[in-house]
């Protein structure tokens, strides 16, 4: 049997009425926000150049941003308002990666970007890789905390192994060549 919440601490029930009461015409906005977004981002890729500042800022940016004020949408609607604050925090500093690329030069930060964001995931693949430096950091760092990490490590290795070379051979490419001192 299923153990119910602790109303006195989470009532979902009221929180949601609560939110309902107090936000209906803030929630109406983002939803229409959210749809209007969300053809937004198919017209104007579709009117663009396809070039990599209009899948950076149109098909990455606009994507997340409009996908994050869902999640602030659902959220609040479910009286989650203190929860909605970190897909609020994420669409910002997206919109704000968009402003700094329509700056101007606008094709270099993108690249930029498009590195910085494919490294991150080389180093997340590379943690999960045997006989790297930053899988042994990450299993130093665990066992300073004293925490097994339990999970399927044979495939782990084998997908982090993958995805790494994967991304160096997209790194290599002159077109995405950029500062080493950032990897």
């Not at 749809?35 to 579709?46: E, F, K, M, T």
């Not at 994507?63 to 989650?80: A, C, E, P, T």
Request: overall charge positive.
């Amino acid at each position: 049997m299923r153990e119910p919440e602790l109303t006195s601490i989470i009532n979902r029930l009221e929180s949601e009425l609560n939110a309902k009461t107090a936000y209906s015409k803030q929630i109406e906005l983002l939803t229409d926000l959210v749809n209007y977004g969300s053809n937004l981002i198919v017209r104007a890729y579709d009117s663009s150049k396809r070039d990599i500042d209009d899948i950076m800022i149109i098909a990455v940016l606009l994507k997340h941003i409009v996908q994050m004020l869902d999640g602030v949408q659902l959220l609040i609607s479910g009286g989650n308002a203190h929860a909605a604050t970190l897909q609020a925090r994420s669409a910002f500093e997206a919109y704000l990666y968009m402003l700094w690329i329509m700056k101007g030069d606008s094709i270099r930060k993108s690249r930029y970007y498009y590195v910085f964001e494919i490294r991150k995931q080389r180093k997340w693949a590379l943690r999960a890789t045997p006989n790297t430096k930053e899988r042994e950091k990450v299993y130093g760092n665990i066992q300073r905390i004293r925490f097994r990490a339990s999970c399927k490590l044979g495939q782990t290795r084998r997908n982090g192994k993958d995805q790494s070379l994967g991304i160096d051979s997209v790194l290599s490419q002159p077109t995405f060549e950029t500062d080493q001192r950032y990897d």
